[in-house]
């Protein structure tokens, strides 16, 4: 019904910078919530950012002032910008969208990426 996909994940060095991408796809009528979220091994899932219909964003306390999250609604998509990438942001990065559609009928449904690994070598 609804398709997110991630990428630009891969292996950076401490301090580097990378940017992952999330584009959703099918029956969208909007998309309201964006989030990116992260799982470590042995780890809980943890949100890191999001961003509202309305760019408004929140960021978890230990990515603030290094990480900015986007989106671009006509692409419907979002963008993850990581910068200063420490060895503890190793992880599987998921994106996850609350996303209106209208078949079968008019719902509000919230959709999961496969996941991008980030590993930060230190």
């Known amino acids: 019904q609804v398709q997110l996909v991630e990428s630009g994940g891969g292996l950076v060095q401490v301090g580097g910078s990378l940017r992952l991408s999330c584009a959703a796809s099918?029956?969208?009528?909007?998309?309201?919530?964006m989030d990116w979220y992260r799982q470590a091994p042995g780890n809980r899932r943890e949100l890191v950012a999001a961003?509202?219909?309305?760019?408004?964003?929140y960021y978890a306390n230990s990515v603030k002032g290094r990480f900015s999250v986007s989106r671009d609604n006509a692409k419907n998509t979002t963008y993850l910008q990581m910068n200063s990438l420490k060895p503890e942001d190793t992880a599987t990065y998921f994106c996850?969208?609350?996303?209106?559609?209208?078949?079968?009928?008019?719902?509000?449904?919230?959709?999961w990426g496969q996941g991008t690994q980030v590993t930060v070598s230190s």
């Open positions: 961003i509202t219909g309305s760019n408004v964003t």
């Open positions: 099918g029956r969208i009528f909007n998309i309201n919530t």
């Open positions: 996850h969208a609350v996303v209106a559609v209208t078949s079968p009928s008019f719902s509000l449904l919230a959709f």
